[in-house]
């Protein structure tokens, strides 16, 4: 399929199947960093993402446009799996394809966490016959590489949620939004009405002009958030009291007119 057909059955997939009450929902993404990556981040929030590469000098390559691409679109790296790793045979550890590319993703973008899996057989063979390596041989040393990537993976998707959650908040004694950036020490305070303004919705402006249709006036200088939701990793979907919710982009909050430093209204 051509990629306006792929995106228009990415986005029927994600918001018209029924999946059901999901813990996690895992999505396998093919190589690269074409249109399928595009609409998925773009369509999704996304809460983590796993990269998988090979020993390869130039599979990094590839691997670092795939890093940079979930970092322009705010979806954070937590492990990285280098597969076809190695072999034993005749009580040694061969390398076929060289050393290092897994642990060159890690030490150039930070990514903490690296899984090692070897070019086996039985690994091959198990996602063929249905029948996963964890399953088939549970304490084998492939399946606790699995395990262990599974407990990384659901640590750091809990800790980015707990960031995430907390990133912004309305205090109501103060009538201010809180913001505190994920991954960031910028914490700061805005008031309701001017992030209320600077919605930059088809609502709020139009499109094929830019201009402003929310007037200055038509906001209330008293007027209060009635919810705060996290959107992802990137924005948060803010509910007004005429019903309106407003897509707030960490982005954007960071670049608006500040109430007053955090450090003044705590004192």
């Known amino acids: 399929m051509r990629g306006p057909m792929v995106s228009g059955v990415i986005n029927q997939l994600l918001t018209t199947a029924e999946w059901g009450e999901l813990d996690y929902l895992v999505i396998d993404m093919p190589p690269g960093t074409g249109d399928i990556q595009l609409t998925l981040c773009q369509v999704a929030p996304l809460t983590a993402a796993v990269i998988v590469t090979t020993p390869q000098k130039l599979a990094f390559i590839d691997v670092a446009k795939g890093v940079r691409m979930f970092s322009k679109l705010k979806v954070p790296c937590v492990a990285v799996v280098e597969n076809m790793c ?26 903490p966490h690296l899984f090692d899996l070897p070019i086996r057989p039985t690994l091959s063979a198990s996602g063929d016959s249905g029948i996963p390596e964890v399953v088939a041989d549970p304490q084998g040393e492939v399946a606790k590489t699995f395990q262990n990537l599974g407990i990384c993976v659901v640590q750091q998707c809990a800790k980015i949620r707990q960031q995430v959650s907390t990133a912004i908040s309305y205090d109501k004694s103060i009538k201010a939004i809180r913001v505190r950036v994920p991954d960031s020490d910028d914490e700061f305070f805005l008031h309701p009405a001017t992030v209320r303004r600077n919605d930059r919705s088809a609502q709020s402006v139009d499109e094929w002009t830019g201009e402003q249709k929310l007037l200055y006036g038509d906001v209330p200088e008293d007027i209060e958030p009635e919810d705060i939701r996290p959107m992802g990793n990137y924005a948060v979907s803010i509910t007004w009291p005429d019903g309106f919710s407003q897509i707030a982009p960490y982005d954007q909050l960071q670049s608006m007119e500040r109430l007053v430093d955090a450090p003044f209204l705590r004192s």
Do not use: E, L, T
């Not at 394809?97 to 150039?108: E, L, P, R």
């Open 86 to 111: 190695y072999f034993d045979a005749d009580g040694k550890r061969y390398y076929p394809f060289g050393k290092g590319s897994g642990a060159q993703v890690v030490q150039q973008f930070g990514i």
